[in-house]
């Protein structure tokens, strides 16, 4: 009853929610006509000079393109499910699928997860899974790695056509009905294929009594480009736990939504794509830089249906650096615009006034860099130049724009499920504007980038500091927005008007955007050598012939982290040895820990990998192949105050660094000494003990009597205050390799650590200096 009353909550909680959604989707585009209609015929600063007119139709033309693909999408998005998956599918009429994996100039440890993930893949028949390792850069370590995985190495001797050439390569070499196409990063998980060909099964028998003419083709299913590592915007912006993927939105929402128009847009990876579609247009598209855009417009072009899922499948990583990623989004623009010139969109009868519309704004997005120009200037034309842009009173504008603006802020956030907002897509396209303004202009007037440029994959860069002269722009702009703030707040104390008010609303808010803008290009110094994946799961650690349970916290390829439930001591150095088990994946490893905390009751120890044990495949499978564990909305508290606020903190703060590599206990209790009498010991870690004595001639030596037969001597290490001073414990290796011993300090340990669990974030702090020795002890209270 419990289950059905939850369930029933739950259902009509999701119902509300909708329903919410679709009312406000209706006040927005009425609030949106209402405001166009002031805007055309009311506001245009005829009179006021040339460049204000300009100016004026500039920023108006603008909002109604941009208004007219915010329709487009909240549309589509007005019912966002996916396509019913098909149940019951016969096992044995799953047919032959040829998995290609392009690459051209990723290194080999790369490809090595990649082919492993497309090996791991399920399948009724694994004996009708192909795999080919497509290497257009004609490499011998891609034709040993293929060798050596038992995979099919293809190559060319020329490079016509780039991917799109070195895909039709493949085809030409490989005869399955279906395809899947996986760039050289993206790393499958075991359950692809079994959650995207049934779509194609299904659709084979729907069309087996079927007329040639009445016949519905699933020409590809394209599945979210998801990424395991953390996009530019959350590491840069310390944003890691606050936003999801900026590319989420596109692939879990757009594209789900379009499969309702037959528009949803071939991605290039992580998609399953029919050989009769392909042959039915020649092949890949070979005549535009972004081939995958141009191959799917073409296969729906003939009739062939595309769906779009919203399950992440696969994952890879997002580009790593600030030029790594300005050269994908100009290249995406570029041949977007570009494929959109060369199909005659608006022109194709075959396609309907839906797909027109949508592939139109697939291809006005890509005009946000100059979208965003006109966004910023014009309230710093009026305020810092003088020239009207908008003519407005304040009550006009209380009575149009400020129902328009908070309807549209609401929509977008209901609509894509919080995974997108209007403060975040106005940083994103801030970020990028300044360095594709000119790329998007170039090629809309027919200038075209005619060379395929592949984004580099690798590890994380340190930008920090580095990019100063991508924050040129940025910077003339802030110093634009802040002297138009000081003149605009003259002009209004001058007047004794509120009617500029609107203008400072718009100059405060691209000043923030301008500034996040400039966090991002200062960058963030990475310190991690491999990307770290949220893995909770049960585990086992076995040290001296010990074996303790605990759940994982997150691991990587070269670290792991776990939680618990006691202080367990676990030698400076020494190998611990952890399993991970699950139903696919048997992981035996060693690690030695570098550093512990406690939370609440629990105790994390994090490791580094010293040996993985023979281990390492069923590792990268324990990692990989998962739903990527990066936030998937935008959290609550992700306030533009709290943005800047995180950002200005996070990049003043030195960063501070703790050796720990044994548990830290607040004990706060007396403890008999030997030598001395008794002695309140504050804080023990087996290594070091922080005791407070109360006469004024400190011993050098204690021996502080534990248990009934275990005795820690003690020598003298620093003062940190008045009555408080640290010592070493020179006799706890000898203590720790008694195992009797060992338990009994673990059982005092444990029973004065839960006195105390609530007192963690109050205990003590030791810090190193660069010997790594501690140098004091500061007791936060």
């Given amino acids: 009853m419990m289950q059905e009353r939850e369930s029933f909550g739950a259902f009509m909680r999701g119902f509300f929610h909708n329903w919410k959604g679709k009312i406000w989707f209706f006040l927005n585009m009425f609030f949106t006509v209402m405001y166009l209609m002031w805007r055309t015929f009311f506001t245009i600063p005829f009179g006021y000079g040339i460049v204000s007119v300009a100016a004026g139709i500039g920023l108006l033309v603008v909002e109604i393109l941009g208004m007219v693909e915010a329709f487009i999408h909240f549309a589509n998005m007005y019912t966002v ?20 994996i392009s690459t051209y100039s990723e290194d080999t440890e790369l490809l090595y997860k990649t082919v492993r993930g497309c090996m791991r893949m399920k399948y009724p028949d694994p004996s009708k899974v192909h795999i080919y390792l497509c290497d257009d850069g004609h490499r011998e370590e891609m034709k040993a790695l293929a060798a050596s995985m038992g995979v099919n190495y293809l190559d060319r001797e020329t490079h016509e056509g780039a991917k799109a050439g070195n895909l039709n390569n493949a085809l030409a070499h490989s005869s399955s009905p279906y395809i899947v196409t996986f760039d050289a990063d993206m790393i499958p998980r075991s359950n692809f294929l079994m959650k995207t ?134 290249r995406w623009a570029r041949g977007v615009i570009a494929t959109g010139r060369q199909m005659h969109i608006f022109r194709a009868p075959e396609l309907t006034f839906s797909q027109k519309m949508n592939y139109w704004a697939s291809i006005w997005y890509w005009y946000a860099p100059l979208k965003r120009l006109i966004y910023i200037m014009s309230p710093i034309l009026y305020a810092a130049f003088g020239f009207m842009v908008f003519k ?34 106005s940083i994103y396209e801030t970020v990028l504007f300044p360095y594709m303004l000119l790329p998007v202009l170039f090629e809309s007037v027919g200038i075209s980038m005619k060379k395929f440029k592949v984004t580099n994959k690798g590890e994380q860069k340190n930008e920090k500091g580095k990019n100063f002269l991508y924050a040129i722009p940025f910077l003339i702009m802030i110093a634009l927005s802040v002297w138009g703030i000081f003149r605009c707040i003259l002009i209004m104390l001058d007047s004794g008007s509120f009617g500029p008010i609107v203008v400072l609303f718009w100059l405060v808010n691209n000043l923030f955007l301008l500034v996040m803008s400039l966090f991002f290009v200062d960058g963030r110094v990475p310190y991690r050598k491999s990307e770290r994946v949220m893995v909770k799961m049960p585990c086992l650690v076995r040290y001296k012939g010990e074996e303790y349970q605990g759940m994982t916290k997150d691991a990587s390829e070269s670290g792991i982290a776990l939680k618990l439930p006691k202080p367990y001591y676990f030698g400076e150095g020494e190998n611990v040895e952890v399993f991970l088990d699950t139903e696919d994946y048997h992981v035996d490893l060693f690690a030695t820990v570098v550093h512990v905390s406690q939370w609440d009751n629990e105790w994390n120890y994090s490791m580094k990998i010293t040996d993985i044990n023979g281990s390492f495949d069923e590792l990268l499978g324990i990692l990989y192949d998962r739903i990527p564990t990066v936030p998937t909305e935008i959290k609550k508290d992700s306030g533009s105050f709290e943005d ?12 501070f660094y703790q050796k720990r590599n044994y548990p830290r206990v607040l004990i706060d209790d007396s403890v008999r000494c030997l030598n001395e009498g008794i002695d309140f010991v504050k804080v023990f870690d087996y290594n070091y003990v922080c005791v407070t004595v109360e006469d004024d001639d400190t011993p050098k030596d204690l021996q502080l009597l534990v248990k009934s037969d275990i ?58 200096d660069k010997t790594g020795e501690f140098d004091e002890i500061a007791l936060l209270e």
């Fill in 392 to 425: 407005c009173t304040l009550p006009q504008v209380l009575v149009f724009w400020l129902p328009m603006y908070i309807s549209s802020n609401i929509s977008l956030r209901m609509l894509s499920r919080n995974i997108r907002s209007t403060k975040w897509t």
């Fill in 197 to 330: 060909m049934p779509y194609f099964v299904d659709a084979e028998l729907r069309n087996r009594d079927r007329k040639e003419e009445d016949k519905i083709k699933l020409g590809f299913l394209q599945s979210p480009q998801s990424f395991y590592n953390l996009d530019l915007f959350q590491f840069n912006l310390y944003s890691e736990s606050r936003i999801p993927n900026e590319q989420d939105y596109f692939y879990k929402d757009i594209q789900v939504a379009r499969t309702k128009t037959n528009s949803v847009i071939y991605g290039g990876s992580n998609t399953v794509i029919s050989r009769e579609a392909l042959e039915s247009i020649g092949g890949f598209f070979t005549k535009a830089i972004t081939e995958d855009f141009a191959t799917g417009i073409l296969i729906e072009r003939k009739q062939y249906v595309s769906l779009g899922t919203s399950e992440p499948l696969a994952s890879g990583l997002s580009p790593q650096d600030l030029k790594d990623l300005v050269q994908q989004r100009t």
């Fill in 81 to 100: 499910e996916d396509y019913p998956f098909p149940k019951d599918v016969p096992p044995e009429l799953f047919p032959d699928v040829d998995v290609f």
């Fill in 711 to 768: 005795v820690l001597d003690c020598q003298f290490e620093t003062e940190i205050r008045k009555g408080l001073y640290l010592y070493n414990v020179v006799n706890y290796r000898e203590l720790m390799e008694d195992q009797r011993k060992r338990n009994e300090i673990l059982a005092w340990l444990t029973e004065q650590g839960g006195k105390h669990s609530q007192e963690v974030q109050t205990t003590a702090r030791m810090k190193s």
């Fill in 644 to 655: 800047l606020k995180l950002n200005m903190k996070k990049r003043v703060t030195p960063p």
